[in-house]
């Protein structure tokens, strides 16, 4: 994939011929916000989202996002930044409510050779991240991160640029946090986008330029992946980027981003079975071209999301640099006919 305006090229794939288009039908939505931009201008900077949601006032819940070449923001759902973090080269985000606070992580590549999760406090009131420390992830770049809550447990898995997938088990009871790898998994190519539905222990993975596995997510479960699609220029045109669930109640979605043709692949979490496709159109907002990370969560966040939000990283803001897109979950359910 190569950008054409305001950015000289993204690091997520390589340069090559305009895949064909996808021949499956395709609806569009529009989206009902977007955050600011990104500090860093010229360069494919923007590029994973988390959400908190307060549940005690879900207008007030925050967006966590990352540029990869500086760190990371906490946004408002009106999209104003409320804080930066220089974290420095921080690819993807993600948090949870584990031991009473909101902790978020970070897949940190500043040593390219030798992985890391950078781990921070959320103040879910004043907006405000607090660095907790780093923990060693193993060898290899640092690229794709999600978390894994269970009981008493919280988990990191490290997606490694070259296609192999460490489980960290987290311990952030003392002074620093520390991490131990307790399983390795792998995949064959360079993989990014992942995403643990903890009803079912099953973690989704995109690997780049093959497509859409799932693996056990349990400690002591197999590490063999089962594929749920391929990414053959239908479903999903590769890129296969980021991954996100939409919980409802104990079923929902997982969506997939399809960025060789700025369109987002969705399957059923009971059956891994292809649901439709989708776009965010031009509209008030702008479109979204080129998603990396993306993140959903279903439920209600105030007027102007009452039935849930998607995040979306846009690839191609111009004039100003990339940014994160916000669209309401019952609209894209609506246009499925979900």
Not at 7 to 23: E, K, L, N, R, Y
Not at 62 to 82: E, P, S
Not at 301 to 318: L, T, V, Y
Request: charged share 20%; hydrophobic share 45%.
């Amino acid at each position: 994939m190569t950008l054409i305006l305001l950015f000289s090229g993204t690091a997520c794939a390589q340069t090559a011929p305009q895949p064909a288009p996808s021949t499956l039908p395709v609806v569009s939505v529009q989206a009902s916000g977007e955050t600011e931009a990104v500090a860093t201008a010229n360069a494919d900077a923007a590029d994973d989202p988390a959400i908190w949601r307060n549940a005690a006032n879900p207008a007030a819940s925050l967006i966590v996002g990352t540029d990869k070449k500086a760190g990371l923001y906490v946004y408002g759902l009106d999209g104003k930044v409320r804080d930066f973090n220089n974290a420095g080269a921080v690819n993807n985000v993600d948090l949870a409510e584990h031991g009473g606070r909101i902790v978020v992580a970070a897949s940190d590549r500043s040593d390219r050779a030798n992985a890391q999760v950078a781990l921070f406090a959320l103040d879910g009131t004043a907006g405000k991240l607090t660095a907790l420390g780093k923990v060693s992830a193993g060898v290899g770049e640092a690229y794709g991160l999600c978390l894994y809550r269970t009981p008493g447990a919280l988990y990191a898995f490290m997606v490694a640029k070259d296609g192999t997938i460490r489980q960290l088990a987290l311990d952030l009871a003392g002074k620093t946090p520390q991490a131990k790898i307790v399983r390795t998994m792998k995949l064959a190519t360079q993989s990014e986008g992942c995403a643990v539905d903890p009803d079912t222990g099953r973690l989704y993975v995109a690997e780049e330029d093959v497509g859409l596995w799932r693996f056990d997510a349990r400690p002591d479960g197999p590490v063999e992946p089962v594929k749920i699609a391929a990414a053959d220029g239908q479903q999903i045109v590769a890129d296969a980027e980021g991954v996100a669930i939409a919980k409802e109640g104990s079923a929902g979605y997982l969506v997939v981003s399809s960025q060789g043709d700025n369109a987002y692949a969705v399957y059923r979490l009971a059956d891994d079975s292809y649901v439709g496709r989708f776009r965010i159109a031009p509209g008030t907002f702008g479109a979204t071209e080129e998603t990396d990370g993306i993140e959903i969560a279903t439920g209600d966040f105030g007027p102007a999301f009452p039935d849930g939000i998607m995040i979306a990283q846009d690839g191609m803001n111009a004039p100003r640099a990339q940014n994160f897109k916000l669209v309401r979950w019952g609209e894209i359910k609506r246009a499925l006919g979900l």
